[in-house]
C-alpha cells in the first residue's frame, strides 16, 4: 500500500427533505449567494421554489445564474465570473447534477484570479483563492458533491479538460434521494455507469497489498449491480436510490483509491467522445470500459480475474484465465445493454472519421493510464475495439 493523504471536508445532510435544510447551511458561509443551476428540471420538479422559499425564510441574498448544460460550457463559467465580481457574491450554491456543480467550481476558481480560467486546465496557473460552494445534488453519477476536481469543455477547439484543488470540494452536499425519483432511465443508468467507472478506475492498478480497498470497491460495484435494475423498474423505490446516491459519493470523494496508484485512462479517452460528440459521460463510459479491459487485461492478469470471479462472479479456469475474463467483460456489456445504454461507438452513433483526432488529442500531453500507459496508437487500438 502507497502513503497517502485523504481529506474529505464536505458535510453530507442525506436524506428524505433535507433541501429544506439549505437555507440554515448557506447562512455559515455567505452573505451573497449565486444560484446556480442547469435547463430547468429544478423548476418542473418544485425544487427550485423549494431552494428559494429556504434562502429566503433565512434573508439570504442572491442572484441567478441557470442555463448550464451537460458537458458544461467554458462560455457560461465566465459569465458567472462577470456575474460574481459585479455583484460581490461570496458563495455558490449548485442545484443540480455534475455539470451545473462543475460549472460552480469552475466560477469558484475564477473570481479571484485575474487571469483567463482556462488557464487552470491547461495548468498554466496554480489554484489560490477560491469562493466556497455547497450542493443540492439531483443526480448521482459524477461524485463531484465531494470530489475536488471540476470538467469543463472549450468551445474554442471543443476540449473538454479537468482541473482539481482540495480547495474545491464542496462545504456541504444535501442528497435527497427522492430528488432522482424524476431523473429519464438513461441518465440513472448513465449514472450508474459512470459509478462504476470511478471505482473501476481506481481497482485495476498494479499496487500490491490494498486488500481493504479492493474489498471496498467490489462491494461498491456490487451495490450498483444490485440497484440498478430496481431503479430502472421502479424509480420511486427509495432505497434502492439512496443506495446509488451514496456509492455515488463514495466512487468518487477519494476513499476508494486510498493507497493505490489510480489509471484514468477511459476517462481521458471517453472525455474525447464528450468534447466532440456532446454524448453522456456515463454512456461514454459503458463504451469505452469494456473495451479498454479487453485491450488491457494481459498485462495483469490477477487483478483483471479478481474482477471476473468477486465481482461478476464468473468461475475462475485457472488454466485459461482469459477466458474468464472475456466472459466477465460480456457480463458487465450484458448488465449495461440490459440498463439501456449503448455498449458500442456505432450504438453511440459515433462514426468512424474522427477517431484519429481524439486519439490524438487525448494523448497530446503524454500517455494516459497508469495500469498500462497509453500512446496515441494504443487509444486508436481501443476506439477501433469499441467500434462494433
Ligand atoms: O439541466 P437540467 O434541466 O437540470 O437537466 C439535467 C441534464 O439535462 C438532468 N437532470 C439532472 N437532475 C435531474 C435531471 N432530470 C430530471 N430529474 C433530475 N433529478 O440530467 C441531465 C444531465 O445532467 P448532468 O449534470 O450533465 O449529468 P451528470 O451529473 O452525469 O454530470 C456530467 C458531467 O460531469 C463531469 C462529466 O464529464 C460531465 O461533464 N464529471 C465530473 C466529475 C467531477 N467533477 O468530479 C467526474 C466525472 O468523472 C465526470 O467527468
Ligand atoms: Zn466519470
Redesign the pocket.
Known amino acids: 500500500m502507497q502513503n497517502f493523504t485523504f481529506q474529505s471536508p464536505t458535510k453530507f445532510i442525506f436524506g428524505k427533505e433535507t433541501e429544506l435544510k439549505v437555507g440554515k447551511e448557506v447562512k455559515h458561509h455567505g452573505k451573497k449567494i449565486l444560484l446556480h ?6 423548476k ?2 418544485g425544487l427550485y421554489d423549494r431552494v428559494v422559499k429556504a434562502l429566503k425564510d433565512e434573508n439570504i441574498d442572491f442572484v441567478e445564474l441557470s442555463g ?5 460550457r467554458l462560455s457560461l463559467v465566465k459569465e458567472g465570473i462577470e456575474l460574481c465580481r459585479r455583484e460581490k457574491v461570496d458563495f455558490i450554491l449548485a442545484v ?7 460549472s460552480a ?1 469552475a466560477i469558484a476558481v475564477g473570481v479571484h484570479y485575474d487571469g483567463d480560467v482556462w488557464d487552470f486546465f491547461e495548468g498554466k496557473s496554480k489554484i489560490g483563492t477560491i469562493i466556497p460552494i455547497g450542493v443540492v445534488l ?2 448521482p ?4 458533491e465531494a ?5 469543463i ?1 472549450n468551445e474554442e477547439g471543443w476540449y ?1 479538460k ?1 482541473c482539481g484543488h482540495n480547495l474545491m470540494r464542496p462545504r456541504f452536499a444535501i442528497m435527497n434521494p427522492e ?6 432511465p438513461y ?1 440513472t443508468a ?2 450508474v455507469a ?1 459509478i462504476m ?2 471505482v473501476m478506475e481506481r481497482y485495476f492498478t498494479n499496487e500490491k497489498n490494498v486488500d481493504f480497498t479492493d474489498r471496498l470497491c467490489e462491494a461498491t460495484l456490487k451495490s450498483m449491480i444490485k440497484n440498478l435494475p430496481i431503479a430502472l423498474k421502479n424509480p420511486r423505490d427509495y432505497a434502492a436510490r439512496a443506495e446509488i446516491m451514496w456509492a455515488g459519493t463514495i466512487a ?1 470523494n477519494g476513499l476508494l483509491g486510498t493507497g493505490r496508484e489510480e489509471d484514468w485512462a477511459s ?1 481521458n479517452i471517453e ?1 474525447e467522445l ?1 468534447g466532440i460528440y456532446d454524448v ?3 454512456a461514454g463510459l459503458a463504451v469505452i470500459f469494456p473495451a479498454w479491459i479487453k485491450y488491457v487485461y494481459k498485462n495483469n492478469m490477477s487483478i483483471f480475474a479478481q474482477f471476473a470471479s468477486r465481482v461478476w462472479e464468473v468461475e475462475p479456469d485457472f488454466d485459461h484465465l482469459e477466458v474468464t475474463i472475456e466472459t466477465a467483460i460480456e457480463k458487465m456489456k450484458d448488465f449495461f445493454r440490459a440498463a439501456g445504454l449503448p455498449v458500442t461507438l456505432e450504438e453511440l452513433n459515433i462514426p468512424d472519421d474522427r477517431l484519429e483526432e481524439m486519439a490524438e488529442k487525448c494523448t497530446e500531453n503524454g500517455p494516459v493510464g497508469s495500469l498500462v500507459k497509453l500512446y496515441k496508437e494504443d487509444v486508436l487500438n481501443i476506439y477501433h475495439l469499441a467500434k462494433k
Open positions: 443551476y442547469g435547463g430547468g428540471s429544478i418542473k420538479s448550464v448544460q451537460p458537458n458544461p443540480g447534477g455534475g455539470s451545473v456543480i462543475d467550481k439531483t443526480l453519477a459524477t461524485g463531484s470530489s475536488s476536481g471540476t470538467v469543455t473538454k479537468s430528488l432522482t425519483y424524476s431523473l429519464p441518465q448513465s449514472g459512470d467507472a470511478h468518487h476517462h472525455h464528450s453522456t459521460h456515463g
